[in-house]
């Protein structure tokens, strides 16, 4: 059950799905599902912030998610596509490739929440998905996902950031090719360091009057309604290894490109 050192990994991984769009495959982890997952911290854990708090249960149903961020090879897998087939999407969010660090299999970076979305709307119309079934995770699912479901570890996958995440210690600033460190105990990688992960929900200073299930925890459905500020998590090849931590969170506005700031797709099991 127990590899080496800080890793931890299972008898078996869960069931990994492959799709392919424009000749390019990426893979997802159909993850179960779990009631009174125990989210956040409570005053005193870890290196707390009050945001973190407090610590709470949540219903998380079972969803894939990637088994990396988005590369950009896939991005430009879409963008591609779609300009073959002469689907109408919106230049400024969905460019060749944004990124700022070039390389196929580095993760897609200098992409908005914004961004993303269109992203995720194209995707979606190439491969003849309904609205939505590609997506950010929720908060609560990239946290289930990056503990997989316990509190053992400070990182996804290990209490030695270095074993599984990209920080400002052991990397030479910049974006690091995927999958190149161990994967936590999901078969997931990348989720602490290298670029921070946007998700879908908007942004709350702490977690007192969360929801209990595993849905994006959003203050309206219209874009007037919705908070000046989205939720990202991970941290990145630039941040400290205090915020590559599970439970570490971020925010930006849903307009905001940064070389450190990509993301990972969630689906439907």
């Known amino acids: 059950m127990q590899a080496s050192g800080n890793i931890f990994h299972p008898i078996s991984l869960p069931p990994l799905i492959t799709q392919e769009v424009n000749g390019h495959t990426f893979r997802f982890r159909n993850l179960p599902g779990m009631d009174n997952f125990l989210m956040g911290n409570n005053e005193g854990e870890e290196e707390n912030y009050g945001d973190e708090q407090p610590r709470h249960p949540r219903n998380v149903a079972s969803f894939s998610l990637a088994e990396y961020p988005v590369t950009q090879a896939l991005w430009a897998a879409v963008f591609d596509m779609a300009k073959k087939n002469g689907l109408e999407f919106n230049d400024d969010l969905l460019p060749p490739n944004p990124s700022y660090f070039v390389g196929a299999n580095r993760p897609v970076e200098n992409v908005s929440w914004n961004d993303v979305h269109e992203f995720c709307r194209v995707l979606n119309l190439l491969l003849g998905k309904p609205k939505g079934y590609f997506r950010l995770p929720s908060e609560v699912a990239w946290e289930y996902a990056a503990r997989a479901g316990e509190r053992k570890m400070l990182y996804s996958g290990s209490n030695q950031l270095a074993e599984v995440g990209w920080h400002d210690d052991n990397n030479e600033k910049e974006t690091i090719p995927v999958g190149q460190l161990a994967p936590n105990i999901f078969g997931l990688y990348d989720l ?19 929801p209990l299930g595993g849905a994006a925890w959003k203050d309206g459905d219209t874009k007037e309604a919705r908070a000046g500020n989205r939720v990202r998590r991970g941290g990145s090849w630039s941040y ?30």
């Open 192 to 210: 602490s360091g290298n670029v921070w992960e946007w998700c879908e929900d908007d942004w709350h200073d702490n977690y007192k009057s969360a």
């Open 240 to 269: 400290g290894a205090g915020f590559c931590r599970c439970a570490f969170r971020g925010r930006g506005r849903p307009d905001n490109r940064s070389r450190v700031i990509g993301f990972r797709l969630a689906a439907p099991v």
